[in-house]
């Protein structure tokens, strides 16, 4: 099923988006239903209009969210790990049968091609059903040997950190705004998202799934506002938070957090390389390099922004790139006809262009793009690739995320590995070649959470049991593998003695006692042990 387009009195939508479903969905909002602060209401990519508006929470609606959301997290807490995993896995079930709706909603919110949000699809449903099947065994007691064996137990275990504030970002409203409220939810905790102003629907459509799929109520609630208002209140209450969004964002909160002593995770900005060696396969290169560069129109926090290429080949792979590149079905609409969809925003499309421009007007050469389509969308910017990058040039190491990449010759691999650890961003990385044993041996000297090699960003992506974040100014923490559920639990040791309290019996000297342990520490050295 794919929807038509209706034009309604807040923007084109599809014809299945009543005002029932929308009123419906609001109710999720953990704000007044009247009264309070003016409704939020997004403008759509397509058309430049309103989308539907959204009830705005204040810093006191915050704060009463937290308070229910503590209040219910402890009989979530209570049920087993598989109790919660059949929730979820009817969750998962549920959204792979409706996944049109939702795809829908994400394409008219934020405006990418439908393969790409159906890839959002893919993704939550993969990282729910892992988690689901993996979260008893990530969460497990862990027996450990005690100070003195045999005579002690002890074992360390997890216990839920509480409640955990959620702010996700417009780019991918699906698998940010529910990829961490998953394992927060199975690890035992109870969760407050905050929906972004650009994609609320898409939020409470899930909230609202995960109601059918049997989510108790404030188990998992969503406010929504401004961020400077509504994402510091939810900062400054939650026990723990997720943060994903840009780096100066992400210092701040980091900052909120530590002053509380509560922890963060936060998945921050990138300006990824991929590296094109000497005897890569140009055609699987450029392929790949189009899909990590255009995926999403740029508009993803590992896409691909720098392609560093050995002199050798550089030429031969430039034009293959350049012709994948035109290529490339650009546009608007709610079926699988557009490969490369719009930009989310004005200020997004304000500042591709800029990036743009500035690096043109300083010597840079456009190859193919390089300007707006306002005959196929307000916000559609052209594909662009472009050479002659310089380091004074706004693009070369600031973040544009667009549909924008910049070609950069180098003669050697210790020169490519050096110009991809420039600048201080460390999130995700490429490399191409048919030598996978040398490529394997660079990938380690890159400073990068990942490193993808022969394929151009998802492969890490997509390996939801290994950890994906950042180093450097790309963040701190993981998402995904044990590292993305542990973090939503404290360890806890709890040791107990079969023998009463540890140190001398009664009657012997402590000279004594010292003077035996002094021999048991000498025998275990000789005898290898720990």
Excluded at 51 to 61: E, H, I, L, M, R
Excluded at 85 to 113: N, T
Excluded at 417 to 426: E, R
């Amino acid at each position: 099923m794919t929807a038509t387009l209706e034009p309604t009195t807040t923007s084109v939508r599809p014809a299945w988006v009543t005002d029932a479903k929308l009123a419906s969905w609001n109710r999720w909002v953990s704000a007044p239903v009247s009264g309070g602060e003016e409704p939020l209401t997004a403008t759509a990519p397509y058309d430049a209009q309103p989308t539907a508006p959204v009830p705005s929470c204040t810093a006191d609606d915050v704060a009463a969210t937290v308070v229910r959301a503590r209040a219910a997290q402890s009989s979530w807490a209570g049920l087993t790990v598989a109790a919660r995993a059949e929730v979820l896995l009817r969750f998962h079930d549920l959204l792979l049968e409706r996944q049109d709706e939702v795809i829908d909603l994400v394409q008219w919110e934020m405006g990418k091609a439908r393969y790409h949000a159906w890839m959002e699809i893919l993704q939550v449903a993969n990282l729910t059903r892992h988690y689901a099947r993996r979260a008893a065994a990530y969460l497990a007691d862990r027996p450990v040997r005690g100070a003195m064996p045999l005579l002690t137990k002890v074992r360390e275990v997890r216990v839920p950190r509480g409640v955990v504030g959620i702010v996700s970002p417009w780019n991918y409203p699906l698998y940010l705004g529910v990829g961490d409220a998953v394992p927060a939810l199975l690890a035992g905790c109870s969760v407050v998202s905050k929906a972004d102003p650009q994609t609320p629907l898409t939020m409470l459509w899930t909230r609202a799934l995960m109601g059918e799929a049997g989510l108790p109520a404030h188990v998992w609630d969503v406010v929504a506002g401004p961020g400077a208002e509504v994402g510091t209140a939810l900062v400054e209450s939650a026990d723990y938070v997720c943060f994903t969004g840009s780096t100066a964002t992400g210092r701040i909160v980091s900052e909120a957090a530590a002053r509380r002593l509560v922890g963060a995770s936060l998945e921050l900005g990138g300006k990824n390389p991929l590296l094109v060696r000497a005897d890569a396969d140009l055609d699987k290169a450029a392929a790949g390099t189009v899909d990590a560069v255009f995926t999403n129109t740029g508009q993803m926090c590992i896409h691909i922004e720098r392609v560093i290429v050995h002199e050798s080949v550089y030429a031969a792979f430039r034009d293959k790139l350049v012709a994948a590149t035109r290529a490339l079905a650009v546009g608007q609409s709610f079926d699988f006809s557009c490969q490369v969809g719009s930009l989310a925003s004005a200020a997004q499309l304000e500042k591709v262009a800029a990036h743009v421009e500035d690096a043109v007007a300083k010597g840079a050469t456009v190859l193919c793009g390089g300007r707006a389509r306002p005959d196929l969308g307000p916000y559609v910017y052209e594909p662009t690739v472009l050479e002659g990058v310089t380091d004074d040039m706004d693009l070369c190491l600031g973040e544009t995320f667009g549909p924008v990449v910049a070609l950069h010759r180098v003669s050697s691999d210790d020169e490519a590995v050096a110009l991809a650890n420039q600048g201080s961003y460390g999130l995700s990385a490429s490399i191409f070649s048919r030598d996978t044993r040398t490529a394997q041996a660079l990938a380690r000297r890159i400073r990068a959470g990942s490193v993808n090699i022969n394929d151009g960003a998802a492969l890490a992506a997509g390996s939801v049991e290994a950890g994906m974040g950042g180093m450097g100014d790309s963040g701190l923490g993981r998402r995904h593998g044990a590292q993305g559920i542990q973090r939503f639990t404290e360890t806890q040791t709890i040791a107990l003695s079969r023998m009463g309290p540890v140190g001398p019996p009664p009657g012997m000297a402590l000279e004594t006692f010292v003077r035996l342990g002094n021999s048991q520490l000498k025998a275990l050295r000789r005898l290898g042990s720990r």
